[in-house]
């Protein structure tokens, strides 16, 4: 038993450099392939955002609606997001995003923006079994290489439904000097 185990470690000694050598190979080879996305994220999505969002507390205040958000600075320059939970939910798996009284986080990269975000469109696509939803305010943080952190809170609380008041499934918030709603220039964030 005792030479069994020699010989078995003495295997696996004189297998060890191949083993590394191809494991050290297969991690070059991750790199080189990995290169054009890192070099296309670290010039395009240089800028991280965080993202609050408070649904209502009331009854039926929660959606299974697919939610956007449009952001936008006072130089009318912006991004949007067109489907915040698949963006960026940070809830974990299989969480229920916009329930009723929850605080949801969404975050990831993007561009950076000339300015802190100072306007907010909050687009509901209205699907689902429960498409009403009753949204309390939005916070926005946003930071970025040799970029101070920015953060604005909008207060909605207003319903995105189309059987409340106001009827709408967009909850529009402007605190910019200019309204550059209407005329954007947005960068798309998949």
Same mark, same amino acid.
Do not use: H, K
């Given at each position: 038993l005792y030479q069994f185990q020699r010989l078995i470690e003495r295997r696996e000694r004189e297998a060890a450099p191949v083993a590394m050598a191809i494991n050290r190979a297969l991690i070059n080879i991750f790199i080189l392939l990995s290169l054009p996305l890192l070099a296309h994220s670290s010039d395009? +999505?240089?800028c991280v955002y965080t993202i609050y969002i408070r649904t209502g507390s009331i009854i039926k205040a929660g959606t299974d609606s697919k939610i956007s958000l449009e952001l =936008?600075?006072?130089?009318?320059? @912006?991004? /949007?997001?067109? %489907?915040?939970? %698949? =963006? @960026?939910? !940070?809830?974990?798996? /299989? +969480?229920?995003y916009f329930e009723r009284g929850h !605080?949801?986080?969404?975050?990831?990269?993007g561009p950076? !923006?000339?300015?802190?975000i100072c306007g907010l469109r909050l687009i509901s696509d209205g699907s689902g079994a429960h498409a009403g939803w009753y949204v309390n305010y939005v916070e926005v943080t946003t930071t970025g290489p040799h970029k101070g952190c920015n953060q604005q809170q909008f207060q909605i609380e207003q319903w995105l439904a189309l059987d409340a008041f106001p009827y709408e499934l967009i909850a529009t918030r402007n605190q910019c000097p200019v309204d550059f709603s209407h005329s954007l220039a947005s960068n798309f964030i998949p």
């Open positions: 395009d +999505y240089e =936008w600075t006072a130089n009318g320059d @912006g991004v /949007n997001i067109t %489907d915040i939970e %698949d =963006w @960026g939910g !940070l809830m974990g798996q /299989n +969480y229920e !605080l949801d986080i969404f975050g990831g990269r950076c !923006l000339s300015g802190p």
